[in-house]
């Protein structure tokens, strides 16, 4: 991409946020006859229309001249939506070139994005990691404001800041300070949660596997204690997941030093959060929690309080992992792949089931709470367990109880041997049949015979999980006895099926037994009791 000046004429290379990536933008600008001002065109918003009085008064006060001319800027694209006051600076360029002001090679080659304060000073901009990133796809300069807390290079992405317009009267840039990654340590721990052994069991198993889980029980039992926890005992993020998560963070305008220390984003709304709060909405349409716990964990406490439209609007990104915003102007899709934890009271006041103090709600408003989560979302869930209010006892043991050193030991042991497992061809894609995938030599594998469960048009992944179970036939006739005893749905029983698997992964089995489908079936047995 190059600049060209031609008579009094000048283009600059910038770029607009679009989701959750930057969207190249060339701003053109063009001196000519006509009433005193600027004019934008290029379908601009309301923040870039006002910064033809921004650039004006900052030009100004840099020490530059602006003739009463009529300049007009073209932002091509023109189709494309443009917003935000990054276009600030590059607009500031093209008139400087345009007016033979400054040399056009000083922002040749350079992808140009910042505000401008009313003294010609430069801000850094939302979405600086997706500017980079876009930056290094096109071989181009990055040129922002003065980034404080120092950049994070995208494959050694160049970077030149400019604190203040002035620079450019002797072409110098500033360097970027590298970012000096602090150290981010965990603050909690399993371990100062004495008893739970089961809620414990059950967190390990949503950590190893993915399996969205839901914890059930009265006021003050450590529901949230424990879903604030769940982090400490989950991988790392890899490289190129920090980068994705990041930059979702980076768009939004919010601190991304823990996402690139590896820690898996933990987002936990208030149940008042607005649909467009939780799913991402505005104009432009800006990430929701659920794109903001993206390779992360969304954990909804008090999960029957928020808003019933909202609850089954998750189904959609739980099942394919993205946020489809269709708004007139076009769609816009956020990632969001997340492990869902949620929380929840038994009842109104709390109470119901509990041993120690008497329910005061009467059944019809049973019956409507626990309603309000919905048997289509609550079919998502893999894992429910009712959780108890600990002992006094074991709550003055606390830091005495099992610690999340332990609990991911057994995580990272689960992930590494499925992927052993996988390797070995456990995981094949075909059955035991003819045209079917042949199993590792060396490796030996029981033929299942899919039951009727498993057609139907999405057999094909039912088919792989099965096979890597290595169902015999009292494992088979087991899940078909429970399936029928508890009524569970087509995806509950293969959900039961997945939590098996993983419970076998943790163990290091290479075929699921019946003692892993009898845990996995009593927590779905759960799920089908709170519809």
């Known amino acids: 991409m190059s600049l060209w000046r031609n008579g009094h004429m000048g283009c600059v290379q910038t770029a607009t946020i679009q989701g959750v990536e930057a969207v190249p933008v060339t701003v053109e600008v063009s001196i000519g006859q006509g009433l005193p001002g600027i004019s934008i065109v ?13 650039v004006r008064l900052a030009l100004l006060a840099a020490g530059y001249k602006v003739p009463n001319v009529h300049a007009v800027v073209n932002l091509a694209p023109s189709s494309l939506r443009k917003s935000g006051s990054g276009f600030d600076l590059p607009i500031a360029l093209g008139f400087l070139v345009a007016t033979g002001q400054i040399a056009p090679v000083l922002v040749e080659g350079r992808l140009c994005v910042g505000e401008l304060s009313l003294d010609g000073s430069v801000r850094a901009v939302k979405g600086l990691l997706a500017f980079e990133k876009l930056a290094h796809d096109s071989g181009l300069v990055l ?3 003065l980034v404080e807390r120092g950049v994070y290079s995208v494959e050694q992405q160049r970077h030149a800041c400019l604190t203040s317009l002035e620079d450019l009267h002797d072409g110098h840039f500033t360097t970027p300070k590298d970012r000096t990654d602090k150290e981010v340590t965990a603050d909690r721990d399993f371990c100062e949660i004495d008893g739970n ?8 198993i949503a950590a190893a596997g993915s399996h969205g889980i839901l914890l059930i029980g009265p006021p003050g039992s450590g529901k949230s204690m424990m879903a604030a926890r769940l982090p400490t005992i989950l991988p790392q993020l890899s490289e190129g997941e920090r980068i994705e998560s990041a930059m979702i963070h980076s768009v939004a305008g919010l601190p991304f030093d823990a996402l690139l220390a590896g820690y898996q984003p933990f987002r936990a709304p208030h149940h008042s959060a607005s649909r467009a709060g939780i799913l991402g909405g505005g104009s432009p349409p800006q990430p929701g929690e659920v794109s903001l716990a993206h390779n992360g964990v969304l954990f909804l406490d008090e999960m029957p309080e928020f808003g ?3 609850l089954q609007m998750l189904r959609q990104p739980i099942e394919t992992g993205t946020v489809s915003l269709a708004r007139a102007r076009g769609t816009t899709v956020f990632p969001a792949r997340f492990l869902l934890i949620g929380a929840a009271n038994p009842c109104p006041c709390g109470y119901y089931g509990d041993s120690q103090r008497a329910c005061r709600c009467t059944p019809a ?7 309000r989560i919905g048997g289509p979302l609550m079919d998502r869930f893999d894992l429910v367990v009712k959780v108890w209010r600990s002992d006094p006892s074991q709550v003055l043991r606390t830091g005495h109880g099992t610690s999340s050193a332990s609990l991911l030991d057994g995580v990272l042991n689960a992930r590494a041997f499925k ?13 035991c049949q003819e045209g079917a995938a042949a199993p590792t030599p060396g490796v030996t594998r029981e033929c299942a015979v899919a039951p009727e469960w498993l057609s139907s048009p999405a057999s094909g992944k039912g088919m792989r999980l099965i096979a890597s179970c290595g169902l015999g036939g009292s494992e088979q006739g087991f899940l078909e006895d429970a399936a029928r005893h508890y009524h569970l749905s087509g995806r509950g029983i293969m959900r039961a099926l997945a939590v098996a698997r993983t419970i076998a992964d943790i163990e290091q089995q290479e075929k699921v037994s019946v003692e892993h489908l009898l845990e996995a079936v009593t927590f779905r047995a759960d799920t089908e009791e709170e519809q």
């Open 419 to 431: 992927a052993l497992r996988e390797q070995k061809g456990l995981a094949a894609t075909g059955m």
């Open 197 to 204: 052994d089961l809620a414990k069991r059950a967190l390990q």
């Open 308 to 310: 019933s439209v909202v």
């Open 143 to 145: 040129l922002t404001g």
């Open 42 to 54: 290029g379908m601009p918003d309301i923040a870039v229309q006002e910064a033809r009085l921004r």
């Open 365 to 371: 408003q049973i019956v409507n709470y626990q309603s």
